[in-house]
């Protein structure tokens, strides 16, 4: 498979604050690569070098084979973070505009089709919903056809129906065959889209990695949570591991077929609880604790595989 | 061919925009009108009289243009850059074949479209005050065209140096004020100290008030000062130009 991107050891600084440091990712023609992090992680600046607006200080970017400044602007799309385009134009208006800037546009109403925005065409973006402007966002990123698409925290500030919409957006832009580069600070956005994941920390690569792989090795076993006044030497009837926490106890790896057995247990003993909460596993969980190693150790863990590469 | 359709899509957007920012149309209308109104109806110019309005009401037609070519594409390119930055559009642009000179270049059409406009009017309400004195003259047209794309330019440079809107209208006025009277506009050069004379010169104003008088009121060829003005329209242009951020 092709490669859409290849960045190797880039650093950029500004002034005494890092952006990011010695970060190398890969993402393939077709994938959809997610960039995952707090505000501040320094996705943003990673995301303005990769698309050529900002020069790294170090390393070394190609995209699609050559620098990101001498790529032909058609093959990639950019919705920039919290962009917001000419309020006082409407969706069909927008997209005409920035037709107009390349030399071989989508046809517009193809792209309203594509996002939905077929019906809401002639209102006036300032007056859109917040699901609708991003969809009228994304649909600017897109008429240019591009091969490559960045979206950087495309969700953020919208209502929970319009990042679902969106979502299914991204989904289908990429079963087309677009390489999607997508920036977000929500985890559960990552795992539900992404084919790959890669975990930056103030600026440092934690891990990379498909979010299922990655849950499976950091994110631990699932567990039951047990909201009780109770500690864990109390609980002596239990044929299982214990673990203290905040608002009662944690009972680690356990599968949906114990749940039974342990309840029984639970109510053999007279044991009183509020709430039963079993959870598997997120990337949020990979996350904190990767994020945690690394703020301990000063060191991100080994990687997967080679560069962080799915198989 | 496809810079220029860049160029016109770039303009047509932004022209849209102009015309549907209500406030935005009224004040670039009405701010050389109350100009027109306080300095030609309350002060009213009195040739007989040995003060500042002593000439005839001709004799300050570069004045009144001059407030129109200087602080509308001033604050209006230095606003829009603001907006663009707060808005993430230059980073987006920086992705799209559109260069930054093209992006000045379509915004400085858009504000030549309507400082002749605003001229238009301008002149028509000073040839009523003036009872038809005023003589119209074609070559009206570069000076005020070139006096566009110069500030049009330096609106650029400020809206890059400056880092909010509100920070580009009083950048604007810190130039735009001292500019206006130190220009051989309302003011002139015998009024002045006589070490400060030599810096009117270097005012690209300057060139733009005499050219403009010279056709509307002294009838003496302008061509010197077209070429001067010409000059500053390039250069200014193109650190302009320069000046548009990437992001």
Not at chain 2, 99 to 104: A, H, I, Q
Not at chain 2, 152 to 172: E, F, K
Not at chain 2, 204 to 214: D, N, Q, S
């Amino acid at each position: 498979m092709a490669t859409a991107i290849r960045a190797e050891g880039i650093s950029k600084c500004y002034e005494d604050t890092v952006a990011f440091d010695d970060v190398s990712i890969e993402v393939d023609s077709g994938e959809v690569f997610s960039l995952v992090g707090p505000n501040g992680a320094g996705k943003t600046t990673l995301v303005r070098a990769l698309t050529g607006t900002t020069a790294p200080d170090s390393g070394t970017i190609s995209v699609f084979g050559k620098s990101p400044t001498n790529v032909e602007s058609g093959r990639i799309g950019l919705l920039p973070q919290s962009f917001t385009p000419p309020e006082r134009l409407t969706a069909r208006e927008l997209l005409g505009y920035y037709r107009g800037l390349y030399d071989d546009p989508r046809d517009v109403d193809d792209v309203l089709a594509d996002v939905g925005m077929h019906s809401a065409d002639e209102t006036w973006y300032t007056n859109l919903s917040g699901g609708q402007q991003r969809r009228v966002c994304v649909a600017i990123a897109l008429i240019n056809d591009p091969e490559l698409l960045f979206l950087d925290e495309p969700t953020t500030g919208i209502d929970p129906a319009g990042r679902q919409s969106l979502w299914s957006l991204i989904d289908n832009l990429a079963a087309a065959g677009t390489t999607v580069f997508l920036t977000t600070h929500y985890m559960e956005e990552a795992q539900a889209l992404a084919d790959r994941v890669a975990l930056l920390d103030a600026g440092t690569l934690v891990e990379v990695g498909p979010p299922t792989a990655l849950i499976e090795s950091y994110g631990g076993g699932t567990h039951l949570l047990v909201e009780t006044e109770l500690s864990p030497e109390q609980l002596t009837g239990l044929d299982v591991a214990v673990e203290p926490t905040d608002d009662g106890v944690r009972i680690p790896d356990v599968a949906t077929a114990d749940i039974g057995r342990i309840v029984q247990q639970l109510d053999a003993q007279g044991v009183t609880y509020d709430t039963l909460t079993w959870t598997e596993p997120s990337l949020e969980d990979v996350y904190l604790r990767l994020t945690d190693t690394v703020n301990r150790n000063g060191t991100p863990k080994e990687p997967l595989a080679t560069g962080g590469r799915s198989e | 061919m496809t810079r220029t359709r860049r160029v016109a899509a770039e303009a047509s957007a932004a022209w849209r925009t102009f015309l549907r920012r209500r406030t935005a149309v009224f004040f670039t209308f009405g701010f050389p009108l109350i100009l027109v109104g306080i300095f030609g109806v309350v002060v009213q110019a009195n040739p007989t009289s040995s003060g500042l309005f002593s000439h005839p009401t001709s004799f300050y037609v570069p004045g009144y243009l001059a407030v129109i070519v200087l602080f509308t594409p001033l604050t209006r390119i230095g606003s829009s850059i603001a907006r663009h930055r707060e808005g993430n559009r230059f980073q987006k642009l920086s992705t799209t074949p559109a260069s930054r000179g093209e992006w000045l270049a379509a915004h400085t059409l858009v504000n030549i479209g309507i400082i002749l406009l605003a001229s238009a009017v301008v002149l028509g309400v000073l040839e009523l005050l003036a009872g038809g004195a005023i003589r119209l003259s074609l070559s009206l047209l570069p000076f005020i065209i070139l006096a566009v794309v110069v500030f049009c330019g330096l609106g650029a440079i400020l809206g890059r140096i400056t880092d909010s809107q509100d920070g580009v209208v009083a950048a604007s006025n810190a130039v735009a004020l001292p500019l206006v009277f130190l220009s051989e506009t309302f003011v002139m050069p015998e009024r002045l100290p006589a070490w400060f004379r030599p810096a009117i010169n270097l005012s690209p104003l300057t060139y733009f008030a005499r050219g403009v008088r010279k056709a509307t009121y002294l009838d003496q060829p302008v061509w010197p000062d077209l070429l001067v003005l010409t000059m500053f329209a390039v250069l200014v242009f193109a650190a302009g130009a320069s000046a548009v951020p990437q992001e």
